[in-house]
């Protein structure tokens, strides 16, 4: 079975779903789902393990050879995303139950667990694939299934939203499609490694160019870059708290990777960077996200918004990486990929546990809340310095490797915007602080921890945080050979 | 729409052809034009045709929303099924070379259970689509009136 | 390159501008589900027209051997995105169907409004 992991990878998560269905109301939609996110995870661990070891993986669905049939794919660079994905899916299914059953109506809940399973299905999809028209398909199984998530919120702005991200992201699906038709249309092929090949010979003609343009703005649309993040704030302030760890932690950054894929793997850095001169565009809408993300986040009174809004900050870092086209700023990139999804979904982990006790996230429902949550308010301070780039946490390790970069460039006073924002950042991790520890807890509010299967999963994250901080041998080696791969003209 | 005698009569003579053109559609899918998403569509239309003349509350009797249901969800399955077996059988996932002797009927064995599993999914989502859309209206003619 | 030869992809690109254009136009929700429709019909017909050959008949096997066939392929590709975008556009209706049962309106000022004044 050793040599199909990269079939069941998908297949799993994505046969559970229909499954799921079956099983309806009840307890068993939660304990399947929750196994299912452990296999999976299980699975992208040992695929990662094959592939340092061995090398990249090749699977061909239903014995078709590429570039004529489909090719699941699995080197070094979408290896990482695959375990980044599920073991954040893992995670979030453990922690889910008790914050479902309060937010979910009893009837929804098994449809809910389907939505979860075809959104991780279809993420997984999207990383695996070596197939470009499939990567168009599995964006839309997953960004079908977190519509429906979305609009699941308790507030009716959640339907509001979710409408919006509708629009959004189908349009930006729509554009990489007609990327992928006009690359296909020169090539006559839609396999990921093929292309490559064949599109190096075209790139002066005006087809190529239109397909690159297409799909860098179709991709950043989905990856919420400034200046097309409007959909994101509200979708992620709005929607249940599961599925806002969930597909903050997850959804963008496959759409980062897809992004490093078309650029690196399929265009190739010279013609990316040199022909159409992306670094220049990529450098001035990563600042500007980071600046205006992080300032916009001070203003903010909604925590979940706020730190939604960090997370285009955030979005603008991982971009900005990849502006350098440099081994060490490429590998910041990758490793903010992972770094900002541990981080992120802690600290919406953390508002989880206080919208569980409290029912709101607003900054008034944080007065005294770190004498009556101290576990989760810690949980989140950790995320929070961890988020700034306190030295020894996650954070630190990849705004380290971009400074590198920056500096390695002879653009130092990018390491000036870099600073400017974690200062930013300071600043909004602090009112909460502030709120939860300096200020009195207002009379007859809800005493007592979030329970501990939420907790647990939480301080899971804030130790990994913590771990990856210190040890960086395994994320960094590993971003290290990605990056290298990539700029060395795929592997 | 219940007292219109020549739609209710028209319909009746109607819907088995339209079932039965379906399964044409479906099962001559290997053959020449037609296939799993075409079949479904048109299966589901009967059914939809008959919700229109006889009411939703009818056609809910005649196809329960949970059969529906478990439609949707079967159809995958066999879909997604019929490439695990492949799995089982020591090939690649979708692999229908050996689901028999040899690998021409293998192959057609194969693509007629993924073909199935496609219009009986399309089949029941369009059919769950539209008594889904319809059942909600009265929502909003009551909100409305 | 005369215009008249290629003017399945001039439908195409005026569609796609459409499209796009009612989508960020338009205030009411229906109408923005019907330029996505129209946005994404757009890039069906893109396929479907660099599918064709010249001269080729549709590809199913017929007896012989200088037959020329259409490339099926672009037809299977934008099959699939029909299926996709027949989901999307359900998927769209039935949240705007909610919108509507939650605000009373489709309109999108009417939603901010009522927004606003609940705040």
Redesign the interface.
Known sequence: ?MS?LP??QV?VP??S???C??LGRGRFAYGFTLAISWVAFVISGLLLQAVVQGGAIS?????WAPPWGIELRVDLVNAYVLLIVSAIGALVMTYAKPSVDREIGAEQEYLFYTGYLLCLAGLLGVTITGDA?NI??FF?VSS?AS??LI?LGPN??A??A??NY??FG??GA?FF??GV?LL??MTGTLNIADLAERVAPLTGTRTVQAAFVFMVVGLALKAALFPLHAWLPNSYAYAPSVVTIFLAATATKVSIYVLIRTIFTIFGVEFSFGTMSLGPLLFILAIAAMLLGSTVAIFQDDIKRMLAWSSVAQIGYMVLGLAFATVNGVAGGILHLFNHALIKAALFMAMGCVFYRMGSVRIEAMAGIGKRMPWTTAAFVAGGLALIGVPLTTGFVSKWYLLLASVESGMWWIALFILISSLLAIIYVWRVVEAAYFMPSPDGAPEGEAPLLMLIPTWVLIIANVYFGMDTRVSVGVAVDAAKALLGGGS | MSHHLVVRVVSKLLIPYILLFGLYVQFHGDFGPGGGFQAGVIFASAFILYALVHGLNNARKVLPDHWV??G??????IY??T??IS?FLG???????VLSQNPVSGQHLGIFAVEFGVGLTVASVMVAIFFAFAGRGHKIDEMEG | MEWPGLYNYWIAIFL?MAG?YI?IAQQN?IK?MVG?SV??AS?FI??IT?GKVTGGTAPIIIPGDDVLYSNPL?HV?IL??IV?GV??LA??LA??V??YE??GSIEEDD?EKE?ENAR
């Not at chain 1, 699977?59 to 014995?63: A, D, R, T």
């Not at chain 2, 949707?72 to 399955?77: E, F, S």
């Open positions: 079975m199909h079939a069941l297949v994505l046969l779903a229909p499954i269905v079956l699977y061909q669905l239903g014995g028209f168009f398909v839309e079908l519509y429906m609009s009716r702005r339907l509001t979710s409408f509708l629009i189908t349009i729509t499609l007609i038709g296909y249309q | 249901r478990i949707v969800a079967l159809g995958l399955i997604a099924g490439g695990v799995l090939r690649n996932f979708l692999d229908y070379d | 796609m796009l989508v929700l923005k996505l946005f994404q890039v893109l396929y660099m672009p590709l699939t995105a996709v989901a999307t998927l769209g949240i705007i909610r919108i939650a605000y939603i927004e």
